[in-house]
């Protein structure tokens, strides 16, 4: 049997509705057409500043300083914003969340962080550069994770190596360390994308038999077996 839950147009809103509601989408990669700062900065400006944004997430990651342009612009709200995680949020979409007041999350919803990373090359000064602007990120990465944890915060020694190898939490985890503080009975609106198979978990693999049609697959590789969809991004 098919199991029953939310596709992405169910999350979709016009733009007068969410002018209406304080809700913002990142329904794409960080930097990307649907979820970069000159689209939300505007967004922000037209919400209600007495009731806080609601950032709706589901989104693989992407550029780092695009992701803080985006946390600046939410910050700049009076009330501040929540984070609706709706099925992922990787790398620096996990990284918005952690500066949310309130963060909502289905029990099969994902967040990952793991250490930055550059793709550019050059010469050896170009690479001592990228070397300590990629340090600033990840200890700004760190600074957040540890405050989020609280009392869970197992140390910056134990934290580092699970960065490093990709940190994977699920809603019922992410719910029983802090880094969650609400799980919503939804499901998740997918259950991975990300551009390293190797290192999901089993459980990430799993999703629901109702995948929504209406998605551009254009730049997506599937690997399909029965009830298990495993999206690889490039």
């Known amino acids: 049997n098919c199991l029953s839950g939310p596709t992405l147009q169910h999350f979709k809103t016009s733009k007068q509705q969410k002018q209406m509601s304080n809700e913002i989408d990142l329904y794409d990669a960080i930097g990307g057409e649907n979820a970069n700062a000159a689209n939300v900065l505007p967004q922000v ?4 500043p007495e009731k806080p944004i609601v950032l709706n997430i589901h989104s693989p990651g992407g550029s780092v300083l695009e992701g803080e342009a985006i946390l600046s612009a939410l910050r700049g709200h009076p009330a501040g914003f929540e984070a609706n995680i709706q099925g992922m949020a990787f790398s620096m979409a996990a990284n918005i969340a952690l500066s949310a007041s309130y963060v909502r999350m289905p029990k099969d919803g994902w967040l990952m962080f793991h250490f930055s990373r550059s793709s550019e090359g050059g010469t050896a000064y170009d690479l001592e550069r990228q070397k300590r602007v990629l340090e ?6 760190l600074d957040k994770i540890e405050a989020k944890l609280g009392k869970y915060n197992p140390g910056r020694e134990v934290l580092d190596k699970r960065l490093a190898n990709e940190w994977w939490v699920d809603g019922k985890e992410a719910l029983s360390i802090g880094l969650a503080d609400e799980l919503t009975n939804e499901v998740a609106l997918a259950a991975c994308a990300y551009e390293n198979a190797k290192t999901a978990p089993d459980d990430c693999l799993k999703y629901l038999d109702n995948l929504p049609k209406n998605l551009d697959h254009s730049n997506k590789h599937y690997r399909t077996d029965e009830k298990v969809v495993f999206l690889t991004w490039h």
Do not use: W
């Open 45 to 48: 400006q037209a919400a209600d």
């Open 136 to 141: 600033t990120m990840d200890e700004s990465l």
